[in-house]
């Protein structure tokens, strides 16, 4: 079994709680651009990107990303 991220949800919840991406990656001491990235499924989180993600925006590791599970 193997689990396939399909999209990154973080810029969704950046704007649902009334963000920037500016604002967020100064938040997260990350540059403006790694957000950027994260946001467009460009790269993909750290755990540290995810723990910042939970604690900043409150919500759960499996809300940040849409995954798919293959066989």
Same mark, same amino acid.
């Given at each position: 079994?193997?689990? +396939?991220?399909?999209? =990154? ?12 991406? *500016? %604002? ?10 790694? +957000?950027?990235?994260? =946001? ?12 910042? *993600? %939970? ?17």
């Amino acid at each position: 079994m193997e689990l +396939i991220r399909v999209k =990154c949800l973080l810029g969704d919840w950046i704007i649902k709680k009334g963000l920037t991406q *500016a %604002e967020y990656a100064s938040m997260t001491n990350r540059s403006p651009r790694m +957000i950027s990235y994260l =946001c467009s499924n460009d790269r993909p989180m750290h755990h540290e990107d995810i723990y910042f *993600a %939970e604690l900043i925006l409150d919500v759960k590791f499996n809300q940040i990303y849409v995954f798919e599970v293959s066989k």
